[in-house]
C-alpha cells in the first residue's frame, strides 16, 4: 500500500473524525466524468448475461446510467429508501477500524477520486469507479445488505481476536471477487470483476482459474492476490445461501484456524466441491499482460 496515492497515517486535512469528506460533486471536471462515462459504457457492453440479477436491478435502481459521475446526495436518496443503506465519501484507504464501524452502521466508505484516463484498464487502489458502480448496485439488494452490515460488525470482533488476515479472505473471495451460481449460469457479483473489463470475462469465461463451491472455513484458510487475476473463485447458490452460511458463530472457526497451515492460491483439495477445475494456464505465463 507505500504506494497507493490515497493513504493517510491519519485523517487529512478537511476530513472528520471518522474520515469522512465532503463528496463536493460540482468540483469534478468534464474529464473526471467523461472518464465515468466511458468505464460505465464499457462494462455495461459486458456486464449482461454475466453479472448477476441482483446486480443489474441495483444498477437500474439507482440509475447510474444518467450520465456522469453519480451526486451521493441523490444517490443516497434512493439507496436509503431500499435498504437503510447510505454512501459515504473518504479520501482513499481507511484504516480497518474505521471501515468496520462503517459497515456495522450500513455506510458504504467510498473514494471521491476517479482514476486518470490512461489508467482505464488497471488501477490498484480502489476509485470511485470501483466503490461506486462495483459495490453500490449490490447494496440495493436487502440480503446483501443485511450481510454486509454483518460483515461490519464481524470485523470488529475478528480484529479484536487477532484473526482479521483469515476474515478479510471472506471479504475478498465474497464481496470482491465472489461468482454466483444463478441457475441460468455462473454470473458475477463481486465488486472487483463487475468494474473490472478484462477480469469480468476471465473470471466466468476462461478455463485457467479454478471455480469451486464456497465453503467457509476453506476460504478464511486460502490466501489471494491483489495484483492480477485471481487464481480461484468461490461460488455461492444465492445471496440468501451466504447470509445463512455466515450467520454462525466464527469463534469456534477461529479457534481451529489458529492451528491451521495456509491453502495455496492454486490448489485443489479432495473435499473442494470443484465446479471448474482450472488450467492454471494464465498464471503459468506470468500473469498479468502475459501473452
Request: proline content about 5%; some cysteine; charged content about 25%.
Amino acid at each position: 500500500m507505500a504506494d497507493f496515492e490515497h493513504v493517510f497515517a491519519e485523517p487529512p486535512e478537511g476530513a472528520a473524525a471518522d474520515w469522512t469528506i465532503s463528496q463536493n460533486w460540482r468540483a469534478y471536471t468534464q474529464v473526471e466524468h467523461a472518464t465515468w462515462d466511458t468505464l460505465y459504457a464499457r462494462q455495461m457492453e459486458i456486464l449482461p448475461g454475466r453479472a448477476a440479477d441482483a446486480f443489474m436491478k441495483g444498477l437500474q435502481a439507482l440509475r447510474l446510467d444518467t450520465g456522469g459521475i453519480p451526486d451521493f446526495a441523490l444517490m443516497n436518496a434512493k439507496l436509503q429508501a431500499l435498504t437503510g443503506w447510505t454512501v459515504v465519501c473518504v479520501p482513499g484507504l481507511v484504516p480497518d477500524d474505521v471501515f468496520f464501524d462503517h459497515l456495522a452502521n450500513r455506510r458504504f466508505p467510498s473514494g471521491q477520486f476517479i482514476r486518470k484516463p490512461d489508467q482505464l484498464d488497471y488501477l490498484q487502489e480502489p476509485d470511485i469507479f470501483h466503490d461506486v458502480f462495483g459495490h453500490v448496485p449490490m447494496l440495493t439488494d436487502p440480503d446483501f445488505a443485511d450481510y454486509m452490515q454483518a460483515y461490519g460488525k464481524g470485523g470488529q470482533r475478528a480484529q479484536s481476536l487477532g484473526m482479521l488476515r483469515n476474515l478479510a479472505r471472506l471479504y475478498w473471495y465474497t464481496v470482491e471477487f465472489g461468482l454466483m451460481d444463478q441457475g441460468d449460469g455462473l454470473r458475477i457479483y463481486g465488486a472487483g470483476i463487475v468494474s473490472s473489463a478484462t477480469e469480468s470475462v476471465f473470471a466466468v469465461e476462461d478455463p485457467s482459474p479454478n471455480r469451486i463451491a464456497f465453503d467457509l472455513e476453506r476460504i478464511m484458510r486460502t490466501d489471494y492476490r491483489i495484483d492480477d487475476f485471481q487464481q480461484v473463485y468461490f461460488v455461492i447458490p444465492s445471496i440468501e445461501a451466504l447470509n445463512d452460511a455466515t450467520l454462525e458463530d466464527f469463534g469456534p472457526i477461529y479457534d481451529r484456524l489458529k492451528g491451521a497451515t495456509d491453502i495455496a492460491i492454486e490448489a485443489v483439495l479432495p473435499y473442494d466441491k470443484v465446479i471448474t477445475r482450472g488450467t492454471q494456464a494464465y498464471a503459468a505465463r506470468g500473469g498479468r499482460f502475459a501473452a
